[in-house]
Nanobody
Framework: QVQLVESGGGLVQVGDSLRLSCEAS????????MGWFRQAPGKEREFVGSIRWSGGNTYYADSVKGRFTISRHKVKTAVYLQMNSLKPEDTAVYYC????????????WGQGTQVTVSS
């Protein structure tokens, strides 16, 4: 089984930066894409951004464009989320996910890491 291990969350102030990390472990798998999602208190889980594993194409939600950057390390099968100019509305539990080759959608999820932005 594949496990996604996350780190990097914490409590920060408005305008600060954080870098989230997520690394896959366990059974090797073929990756189509990896992404980040978040869920704020009382709200539905929403898409933040993703990166295509083969070519490195990135996609972002409008709410984070220009502030967040996704990158990958293909050997480690790891994905990172650099978050700059953080806002209170960025407060949420952030989840990494893997879209494996052959799957219709993301089918492996991390535990989640809390990001809190205080004003």
């Amino acid at each position: 089984q594949v496990q996604l291990v996350e780190s990097g969350g914490g409590l920060v102030q408005v305008g600060d930066s954080l870098r989230l990390s997520c690394e896959a472990s366990g059974r090797p798998f073929s990756t189509y894409a990896m992404g980040w999602f978040r869920q704020a208190p009382g709200k539905e889980r929403e898409f933040v951004g993703s990166i295509r594993w083969s070519g490195g194409n990135t996609y972002y939600a409008d709410s984070v464009k220009g502030r967040f950057t996704i990158s990958r390390h293909k050997v480690k099968t790891a994905v990172y989320l650099q978050m700059n100019s953080l806002k209170p509305e960025d407060t949420a539990v952030y989840y990494c996910a893997a879209h494996q080759v052959g799957s219709q959608d993301y089918n492996r999820w991390g535990q989640g890491t809390q990001v809190t932005v205080s004003s």
